[in-house]
């Protein structure tokens, strides 16, 4: 898991399960396939390129490039739909009949623009996810349509300086960003990124009082789980696998990798001021500051990840000096129900803490 901020602040990652076990930072070495995920350039191209809209209509239908069919998930075809209903039910055929449309390269070449540095052959089944990514890039990607259509590379350094204080190299947090995608087409993916979260393949990622938006991925025999999304305050990508490429078991995207996006987002939510997103509407939770004297005050308990809105709001999360600006405890609480799961099943249940 890899999450920063809109502006590509790097605020937490995590390479693996153990690091005394495996010191490979699976984050930002490892390289494996995004699967549906892959399919917001898909989109995002088709918009840039052809003029459509989330509204207009596409007829999921068997489609072929040579020999090679795709199907959908379900083995079925839902005929004419339209583009926001086929990303939100991440259909196979219509992100491959776009890719006939605009031409493959010009897809290979937006997802590098966006934050993809690994390269991968241009192949008929890209538009399905069919290359190699690191879990750092795709956070760097998706924050393009956090940040407004604008570049935003992950870093996790802001100053480089010597024994004597002196500045060696100091990140430029108001250097102008490149711009990659046109803002009409960012209002345009975060309106479906926010249908795939509201009624589609990742409605476990919801975070209540909190506008989420974000896509599942899940390849061939269930080699590679992923979630990417972000809100008006951070962006995470999120993947799990086997490091040997062995098939999970029947893992798919909008199921655990889904979940863990939502514990970790909703408890990085907690406290903090929630940031609208571009191009969507959505009411934000009202925050009730009501005079108390001294005797009234009472202590204010942190509450644990959930699914509620935050109770007051703190200073910007915005990237500057070197400190942290997410205020996360060594380990969270445990919910009742796990810890008397944990209890029933003795000490091996117990999750590692690292």
């Known amino acids: 898991m890899v999450v920063t901020d809109t502006e590509g602040a790097i605020r937490a990652m995590v390479g ?11 984050a930002i070495v490892s390289t494996r396939q995004p699967g549906s995920a ?12 052809l003029g459509l809209t989330p509204s207009d209509p596409i007829t999921d239908r068997p489609v072929c490039i040579g020999d090679w069919c795709p199907q959908n998930y379900g083995r079925n075809y839902k005929g004419t739909v339209s583009l926001q209903s086929a990303f939100a039910q991440s259909l196979n055929t219509v992100p491959v009949t776009l890719s006939i449309k605009t031409g493959r390269d010009p897809i290979a070449a937006l997802s590098h623009r966006m934050g993809l540095r690994a390269e991968y052959p241009v192949t008929r089944s890209l538009a399905l996810g069919v290359a190699s ?12 349509f ?6 935003t590379p992950a870093y996790g350094i802001t100053r480089l300086t010597t024994l004597n204080d002196q500045v060696i190299w100091e990140h430029d947090i108001e250097a102008p960003k490149e711009r990659v995608l046109s803002e009409q087409t960012v209002a345009y993916m975060n ?10 393949t990742g409605t476990r990622a919801q975070i209540e009082g ?3 938006l974000g896509k599942s991925g899940t390849t061939t025999s269930y080699r590679d789980a992923w979630f990417c999304g972000f809100t008006g305050n951070f962006v995470a990508a999120v993947w799990f696998g086997n490091d040997d490429y062995r098939p999970t078991n ?4 909008g199921s655990l990798p889904a979940i863990a996006w939502q514990k970790f987002m909703a408890y990085a939510h907690t406290n903090i001021e929630v940031q609208p997103v571009f191009g969507i509407d959505f009411e934000m939770p009202q925050t009730i500051i009501a005079d108390a004297t001294d005797e ?3 202590e204010v308990v942190q509450r644990p990840p959930a699914s509620s809105p935050p109770q007051r709001a703190s200073s910007s999360t915005s990237p500057g000096a070197w400190k942290p600006r997410l205020q996360m405890p060594a380990r969270s609480p445990t919910p009742p129900t796990l810890r008397r799961l944990w209890q029933r099943r003795g000490s091996e249940a117990k999750p590692h803490q690292s």
């Not at 990514?133 to 393009?144: E, K, L």
């Not at 956090?146 to 570049?151: T, V």
């Not at 309106?191 to 589609?200: D, E, K, N, P, S």
């Open 191 to 200: 309106q479906m990124f926010r249908a795939v979260v509201t009624g589609g």
């Open 16 to 26: 693996g399960t153990d690091y005394a076990k495996s010191q490979f930072n699976r």
């Open 210 to 212: 909190v506008p989420t």
């Open 38 to 49: 892959y399919k917001a350039f898909v989109y995002a191209e088709a918009f840039e390129q």
């Open 250 to 253: 029947n893992l798919t995207g």
């Open 296 to 298: 009234e005050v009472e």
């Open 133 to 144: 990514v690191s879990v750092i890039d795709m956070t760097s990607s998706y924050a393009v």
């Open 146 to 151: 956090a940040n407004h259509g604008l570049k």
